[in-house]
């Protein structure tokens, strides 16, 4: 008899959750709403974005644009960045982010209910780490990378999710990219 997969969104066979796989909250689930378009990042993928940081992120602030399920900002959290920003508009969403960060005692996660793009035009902050993984076909990736090089800091890197494949904005290189079924990712540097 052939056992069955869990389809996508499911940890452990349970719909709308996902793991957190390195770090201090290492196993922890993150529970989060079945929404259009929020595909959380699969293990695998985010395995491959913390090799290529160095797994851990000692004092790093970190943004998380378009957070939904929070995978990638908990995982930032959960390996030591000193500061996470999650910006998430969907309120049943940005409910779900508050809620696993009192669940896990995330003190260096800060949730901003806010649209990503106008958060970014309205804001001055730089950040070590940037991801922009926003809803699966959405095309928002593409406005919002066009934003980033001005809350960079000094070395500063950004890390993008989409459904099409990546092309470097002007300001950026590809530093290293991948692919997992429909997903494409690529960690970016500015020139």
């Known amino acids: 008899m052939r056992a069955k997969q869990a389809a996508p969104g499911r940890a452990h066979g349970t719909a709308n959750r996902v793991r957190i796989i390195g770090g201090q909250y290492r196993r922890r689930l993150l529970d989060f709403p079945g929404s259009g378009g929020l595909r959380p990042t699969p293990d695998r993928v985010r395995e491959t974005l913390f090799n290529w940081l160095g797994q851990d992120l000692p004092g ?12 990638l900002g908990f995982e930032a959290a959960s390996r030591g960045a000193a ?19 009192a669940a896990l005692g995330a003190g260096a996660v800060e949730v901003v209910f806010a649209d ?28 919002a990378l066009a934003d980033l ?17 990546i092309e470097a904005p002007p300001g950026f290189i590809i530093h290293r990219s991948g692919r997992a079924g429909r997903s494409h990712f690529a960690l970016l540097v500015e020139e």
């Open 116 to 143: 990503a793009l106008a958060w970014l035009a309205g804001s001055r902050e730089t950040f070590d780490l940037i991801c922009v993984d926003p809803p699966f076909g959405s095309g928002l990736a593409a406005p």
């Open 149 to 165: 090089v001005r809350h960079l800091g000094p070395g500063g890197l950004v890390y993008v999710e989409q459904a099409a494949p």
């Open 60 to 71: 790093w602030t970190c943004l998380d644009l378009f957070a939904g399920s929070g995978a």
């Open 83 to 101: 500061r996470v920003v999650m910006i998430e508009r969907d309120r049943a969403a940005h409910q779900a982010l508050e809620k696993n960060r």
